[in-house]
Antibody
């Protein structure tokens, strides 16, 4: 059974760096074609894809936030970490991690974590 | 940047067929994926690779794709299907950057 769980601070101050951890089980990020991605959702808004890390260490970021995001993995711990620098109140959102697998001509999220809510406020 | 466009809302009566569209220039080359999100919950995959249904998803959910438009079809919609639905894909440049549509609120009443 594949499961993912997000963890991190519920509250951060403006300009601080947010560090979120995705702990997963039921699959290995060393397996060909496996990826983990981060997505966020601001209150009342649509889902926003943020970043992805692949089994072969490739990293991919959304253009609009690329300079503020870093994704990394620790395969020995089955964890993926996302850091977001220079946090702003507009970054207040629920952050989800999800497993991505290879489809017909694309990668897609097949299993999601429940999400963790982050509020940015002084 | 690449965009996927969905209608903000769709409304049907129980038992009717709901169709939710997603348009994007790269959809002729890149598959679309559909996610159902009920209030306060994480999204759930309901259609992958344009037309395939994951195990455990009811048969009333199906997908189609033609040209620059992908469609999620819910045949005989039920009250329990009321949710936000998001399409997902990537652009065709090969940069692997994902993008979601703006979401469609499906009302069944």
């Amino acid at each position: 059974q594949v499961t993912l769980r997000e963890s991190g601070p519920a509250l951060v101050k403006p300009t601080e760096t947010l560090t979120l951890t995705c702990s997963f089980s039921g699959f290995s990020l060393t397996t060909d074609g496996m990826c983990v991605t981060w997505i966020r959702q601001s209150p009342g808004k649509a889902l926003e894809w943020l970043a992805r890390i692949d089994w072969d260490d490739d990293e991919h970021y959304t253009t609009s936030l690329e300079t503020r995001l870093t994704i990394s993995k620790d395969t020995s711990k089955n964890q993926v970490v996302l850091t977001v620098t220079n946090m702003d109140p507009v970054d207040t959102a629920t952050y989800f991690c999800a497993r991505m697998v290879r489809g017909n001509n694309n990668y897609y999220m097949d299993v999601w974590g429940k999400g963790t809510t982050v509020t940015v406020s002084s | 940047s690449y965009e996927l466009t969905q209608p903000p809302s769709v409304s049907v009566s129980p038992g009717q067929t709901a169709r939710i569209t997603c348009s994007g220039d790269a959809l002729p080359k890149k598959s679309a994926y559909w996610y159902q999100q009920k209030s306060g919950q994480a999204p759930v995959l309901v259609i992958y690779d344009d037309t395939k249904r994951p195990s455990g998803i009811p048969e009333r959910f199906s997908g189609s794709s033609s040209g620059t438009m992908a469609t999620l079809i819910i045949s005989g919609a039920q009250v329990d299907d009321e949710a936000d639905y998001y399409c997902y894909s990537t652009d065709r440049s090969g940069n692997h950057r994902g993008v979601f549509g703006g979401g469609t609120k499906l009302t069944v009443l």
